[in-house]
């Protein structure tokens, strides 16, 4: 019988600890707090799941996480199949292939405060480049400090100038990792592009597709830093996502026990979404 060398887990164990540092203390402070009251001085009282039904109950919560699956959606439905599209558009060989890999990667390379900030600046109906122009050239009443509808087409344009290059990044790899004998197959069989996509490029992008759209789903799911930046969760409260009424709760009111119920229910809900995503995209390939 082959005997296992188990040393190398002491290679591990750095990275283990590391994390058990970073994320599992922190995480069991949160759920103590998600069980008591505090009213300071270090003073805790037995809450029990009173917060977690407080928060679940709640409309504000709600309506929260209703604006961050809407979000959510439009992201993944807007940036996935574009993706694919400049993917499919880009050179396989040749000097302009490193050319496109660069420009591709630059949007993702900017700090997200500094993303925020930019397009801040750059949509302002007065100053802004493209506020000004789209109010004092074309005539388009545009002004993201005021119409919420101008609040939500700016942040989600945002995030699709910033991170659809992820996944056309990852859906270019899948796509020049296909040998060059399927499509010699089907250029003999006469197959059309849309045939070679469906059949060929698509089953075999499936993979890195899966990871992008996880990726994606989970960053765009838990965003603070370029909506808030950006809009702060207004006008009113049209743009507040989950994440930024999380944190308008924990420092903005100091309501610990409820902040912390609500960021324990946002980590289930995370988990348990990308958990179903996973699941469904997988299934094929388990039977």
């Not at 996935?80 to 050319?99: E, K, N």
């Amino acid at each position: 019988m082959k005997t296992e060398n188990q040393r190398a887990w002491f290679l591990v164990l750095p990275v283990l600890l590391l994390v058990a540092f970073n994320a599992l203390i922190p995480m069991m402070t949160v759920v103590n707090y998600s069980v008591q009251e505090t009213f300071g001085d270090n003073l805790f009282f037995w809450e029990g799941l009173g917060w977690y039904e407080q928060i679940l109950r709640s409309e504000r919560f709600h309506a929260a996480l209703g604006r961050q699956f809407l979000f959510t959606g439009l992201i993944l439905v807007i940036e996935v199949p574009l993706g694919i599209i400049i993917a499919l558009s880009m050179p396989r060989q040749g000097i302009w292939v490193p050319v496109c890999l660069v420009l591709m990667a630059l949007p993702m390379l900017i700090p997200w405060n500094v993303v925020g900030a930019m397009w801040n600046i750059f949509t302002l109906p007065d100053i802004g480049l493209l506020g000004y122009f789209l109010n004092h050239t074309l005539g388009i009443n545009y002004d993201m400090t005021q119409d919420p509808l101008a609040a939500w087409i700016t942040i989600v344009t945002m995030d699709v100038w910033h991170w659809t290059s992820l996944v056309v990044l990852l859906a270019y790899a899948g796509l020049v990792s296909i040998p060059d004998a399927y499509y010699q197959a089907a250029k003999i069989d006469g197959a059309s592009n849309w045939a070679v996509f469906r059949f060929i490029q698509l089953p075999k992008m499936k993979n890195v597709l899966t990871i992008a759209i996880l990726l994606r789903f989970m960053d765009s799911f838990n965003i603070y830093t370029e909506p808030f930046v950006l809009t702060g969760g207004g006008p009113g409260n049209s743009t507040t996502l989950l994440s930024i009424d999380l944190v308008k709760m924990a420092l903005g009111q100091f309501d610990l026990g409820p902040a912390a119920a609500m960021s324990l229910i946002y980590f289930a809900i995370t988990l348990g979404v990308s958990w179903l995503f996973y699941t469904l995209m997988t299934r094929d390939d388990l039977n």
